[in-house]
C-alpha cells in the first residue's frame, strides 16, 4: 500500500495494480515498512534553521519514491508514551534512533531521552516543513524540542 504526502494509505486501482505486476513494480515496490531493513538514509538535518527544500534539494532524495521520515524529539523522561500516544494519531510509530551525529547526542539536555517517531509517505518539501512544525509543537507541548529529521528510501533499483 502505498502511502500520500500527509502518510495515509493509498490504494491504487485495478488498472495500476495490474500494470505494477506486469512491469514488476508489485506490492513489494511499493510497500515501506518503517523498520524496513533496506532503507537508507538519502536526507536529514540537523538544523531548525535550515529549508527543507534546500536539504531535500541538496540530498540524493528521489521525490516519486516512497520515503520513511522520522523526527527525532528529546523530551523528559517519562513523557515518552504521551509523545507516542501524540503522534500516532497521525500515524507516525516510535523506532528505535539510527544514525544520529554525535551534535545530536550533545544537544540532548540531561535527563531527556530521544523519541525517533517515523512514518512512510511520500514527500515534497511542503509536507515536510508542516511536519517539522508539527513536531516542533508536539516537543513544545511535552516540555522537549526537536532534534532533527531524516529521510530514508529503498535505494534506487
Known amino acids: ?27 513489494a515496490a511499493t510497500e515501506t515498512e518503517v523498520d524496513d531493513p533496506a532503507l537508507v538514509l538519502v536526507a536529514q538535518s540537523f538544523d531548525d534553521a535550515a529549508a527543507s527544500s534546500s536539504v531535500l534539494a541538496d540530498s540524493s532524495w528521489r521525490e516519486a519514491d516512497q520515503a520513511v521520515v522520522t523526527h527525532l524529539i528529546a523530551v523528559p523522561a517519562g513523557r515518552e508514551d504521551e509523545v507516542e500516544q501524540t503522534a500516532a494519531q497521525d500515524e507516525y510509530r516510535r523506532v528505535e534512533p539510527r544514525d544520529l551525529p554525535d551534535a545530536a547526542h550533545d544537544a540532548v539536555p540531561d535527563g531527556a531521552v530521544v523519541v525517533a517517531l517515523a512514518r512512510p509517505q511520500l514527500l515534497d518539501a511542503l ?9 516542533a509543537g508536539l516537543g513544545a507541548r511535552h516540555e522537549g524540542t526537536v532534534l532533527g529529521w531524516q529521510v530514508r528510501q529503498r535505494p534506487p533499483r
Open 1 to 27: 500500500m502505498t502511502r500520500d504526502l500527509n502518510g495515509r494509505a493509498v490504494r491504487s486501482g485495478v488498472i495500476r495494480r495490474a500494470v505494477d505486476r506486469l512491469t514488476g513494480r508489485g506490492a
Open 127 to 135: 509536507h515536510l516543513s508542516q511536519e517539522r512544525s508539527r513536531m
